[in-house]
């Protein structure tokens, strides 16, 4: 009997004075991506989240309450009881490379992106609605209207900054979506006072940056990340074929872009043929002998969690390597990344850059290459993902990573 009851005590032990519940993020969690919405409904509360770095796959510990467990066991969330500050002075031991990101408010949300349906979805919204983290849409009426400040992070839809609406003529320009979509664009060009598409989106891009400058987060995928740096770089310069805006291209454009006021990128050169399907040349996807999604993937970086924990918080994860997907923009050219651009994950094959950050003026940015984590090659008119067939993909992990980045308390630099 005594046995038995020294097992019983052993088994409780536990929960015993447990008063948080840690939200594993390893193998064991059987819904990473909804874990993350659940960590966003707890900061709307307004209840304390600590991020524990590189701790089973960077776990969260939350408040013990109630209505928030009735909330895990709702979205299928996997958690444990805990001793929070035990947990807490654990990672903060200066023997292993972990430590605490007290998570302080649910950030402002907002996409990038248009009305007009377009025969592709895009990652992030995907990501942001499986996880039912809330977000407004904007577009181009609200970034010029000032609207960018209210927001704490913002996700670039797959735009064309360039205005060559994707590189899609040479496939697309007969198609009634590339018809629609030129047309309006052209339409709220006019409608702002602006010559052309390429001016408008200038200026929407201009306006961007200078929201990260100001201390906004920026996050941008596929094209919306090289396009981006194309638009600034070509200002006062034309890139656009004729047969996609009417007039010609600036002679020499390639020699003559200014990398001064670009996030990421520099050195790199546009693509001006209208039939080429790339913008410049910042993409460097695999060649074709190794596009294989039995073999293809990317390498995250291991940072100091103590030392750097912006990066580190950027990679979290269940895994040290992620499967690759292609893109429009798959990945980034390495000599093409800017200095003090941190490269958070390459390919050990061909050694592309496929995730980075850098911080701008107060703000950060970081950009994603490829379309959709979990689906290799995503062609124009292809289904949706269904998330709930991939709930521990760790490549859209990264995605929510960064929507809770605007949510960790500024802390002076640990000694």
Same mark, same amino acid.
């Given at each position: 009997?005594r046995?038995?009851?020294?097992?019983l005590a052993?088994?409780?032990?536990p929960?015993?004075?447990?008063?948080?519940?840690?939200?594993?993020?390893d193998e !064991?969690q059987a819904?990473?991506?909804?874990?993350?919405g $659940? /960590? &966003?409904?707890a900061?709307d509360?307004?209840?304390d989240v *600590?991020?524990?770095l590189?701790?089973?796959?960077g776990s969260?510990v939350?408040?013990?309450q109630a209505d928030?467990?009735?909330?895990?066991r709702?979205?299928?969330v996997?958690?444990?009881p805990?001793d929070?500050a035990q947990?807490?002075?654990d990672?903060e031991?200066?023997?292993?490379?972990?430590? !605490?990101v007290r998570l302080e408010?649910a950030?402002?949300? $907002? /996409? &990038?992106?248009?009305d007009q349906?377009?025969p592709w979805d *895009?990652?992030?919204?995907?990501a942001?609605?499986?996880?039912e983290?809330p977000y407004?849409?904007?577009y181009?009426?609200?970034?010029?209207?000032g609207r960018l400040?209210e927001f704490?992070?913002v996700?670039?839809?797959?735009?064309?900054f360039?205005g060559?609406?994707?590189?899609?003529?040479?496939?697309y320009s007969?198609?009634?979506?590339y018809?629609?979509?030129?047309?309006?664009a052209e339409a709220?060009?006019?409608a702002?006072g602006?010559?052309?598409?390429?001016?408008?989106k200038?200026a929407?891009?201009?306006?961007i940056?200078?929201y990260?400058?100001?201390?906004?987060?920026l996050f941008?995928?596929?094209?919306?990340?090289?396009t981006f740096d194309?638009?600034?770089?070509?200002e006062?310069?034309?890139?656009?074929?004729a047969?996609?805006?009417?007039d010609?291209?600036?002679p020499?454009?390639?020699?003559?872009l200014?990398?001064s006021g670009t996030?990421?990128f520099?050195d790199f050169?546009?693509e001006?043929?209208?039939?080429?399907?790339?913008h410049?040349d910042i993409?460097?996807?695999?060649p074709?002998s190794?596009?294989?999604?039995?073999?293809d993937?990317?390498?995250?970086?291991?940072?100091s969690a103590?030392?750097?924990?912006?990066?580190t918080m950027?990679?979290?994860?269940?895994?040290?390597?992620v499967?690759?997907f292609?893109g429009q923009?798959?990945?980034?050219r390495?000599?093409?990344?800017?200095?003090?651009?941190?490269?958070?994950?390459?390919?050990?094959?061909?050694?592309?850059v496929?995730?980075?950050y850098g911080?701008a003026?107060?703000g950060f940015f970081?950009?994603y290459?490829?379309?959709d984590?979990?689906?290799?090659?995503?062609?124009?008119?292809?289904p949706?993902?269904?998330?709930?067939l991939h709930?521990?993909s760790?490549g859209?992990?990264l995605?929510?990573?960064?929507v809770l980045?605007?949510a960790a308390k500024?802390?002076?630099?640990?000694?």
């Open positions: 009997m046995t038995a009851l020294a097992a052993l088994l409780l032990a929960a015993v004075g447990a008063q948080d519940l840690l939200i594993p993020m !064991v819904d990473h991506l909804r874990a993350y $659940a /960590v &966003y409904v900061l509360r307004g209840l *600590d991020w524990l590189n701790v089973r796959g969260f939350v408040p013990a928030l467990q009735t909330e895990l709702s979205r299928g996997t958690f444990e805990v929070g947990a807490m002075a990672a031991s200066p023997a292993s490379n972990t430590s !605490v408010k950030p402002t949300i $907002a /996409v &990038y992106a248009p349906t377009l *895009d990652a992030v919204l995907l942001l609605t499986y996880a983290v407004e849409q904007i181009d009426a609200d970034v010029l209207a400040s704490d992070w996700h670039l839809h797959h735009e064309d360039s060559q609406y994707g590189k899609f003529y040479a496939a007969g198609t009634a979506w018809q629609q979509q030129q047309q309006e709220s060009a006019r702002f602006y010559p052309k598409v390429s001016a408008l200038l929407v891009a201009q306006a940056r200078q990260v400058v100001d201390g906004g987060f941008a995928m596929c094209s919306g990340a090289d194309l638009a600034l770089a070509a006062g310069l034309d890139v656009v074929p047969q996609i805006d009417g010609g291209q600036t020499g454009v390639r020699d003559l200014d990398f996030l990421a520099e050169r546009p001006l043929n209208v039939m080429e399907y790339e410049a993409d460097a996807p695999p074709p190794l596009r294989n999604p039995l073999t993937y990317f390498t995250l970086f291991e940072f103590r030392w750097d924990p912006v990066p950027l990679t979290q994860n269940h895994v040290a390597s499967r690759g292609m923009t798959t990945a980034f390495a000599d093409a990344v800017k200095p003090g651009v941190v490269v958070l994950a390459k390919s050990p094959t061909t050694g592309s496929r995730y980075l911080p003026g107060q970081a950009f290459g490829g379309h984590p979990e689906d290799y090659q995503h062609f124009v008119g292809d949706p993902t269904d998330l709930s709930r521990n760790p859209y992990r995605i929510l990573n960064n980045f605007p500024k802390q002076p630099q640990k000694t």
